[in-house]
């Protein structure tokens, strides 16, 4: 099974921005719909974003569309959500996952279900 890991959280004031990164150390992210999502204390866990295993295709919750973007990095072997503008509403556990169907399609973003290979989380804070 896919074993993943997120980096990059952490504390950022109101405004600030944080780039999460999502990583496997055993293998490659090359052939796997990849996704975020977040999950704030006392709240479901909601998706935030995916990618296509090419990066050519994407989907934003509209919480955070025009504010996060998700990208590839093949060469390092990582998937990125870069976070701009953050609001204290994005406080949560962001954690990685792997699409269950291929390349994403027919995949929910709004279904857990739709996803394995859980990462253990990344804390983001944001607050003044």
């Known amino acids: 099974q896919l074993q993943l890991v997120e980096s990059g959280g952490g504390l950022v004031q109101p405004g600030g921005s944080l780039r999460l990164s999502c990583t496997s150390y055993q293998r490659t992210l090359d052939y796997h719909c990849i996704g975020w999502f977040r999950q704030a204390p006392g709240k479901e866990r909601e998706g935030v974003s995916y990618?296509?295993?090419?990066?050519?295709?994407?989907e934003y919750a509209d919480s955070v569309k025009g504010r996060f973007t998700i990208s590839r990095d093949k060469a390092k072997n990582i998937v990125d959500l870069q976070m701009n503008n953050l609001k204290p509403e994005d406080t949560a556990v962001y954690y990685c996952?792997?699409?269950?169907?291929?390349?994403?399609?027919?995949?929910?973003?709004?279904?857990?279900?739709?996803?394995?290979?859980w990462g253990q989380g990344t804390q983001v804070t944001v607050s003044s």
């Open positions: 996952a792997a699409g269950r169907y291929h390349d994403c399609l027919g995949t929910d973003l709004r279904k857990t279900a739709d996803f394995d290979s």
């Open positions: 990618i296509s295993k090419r990066g050519d295709s994407t």
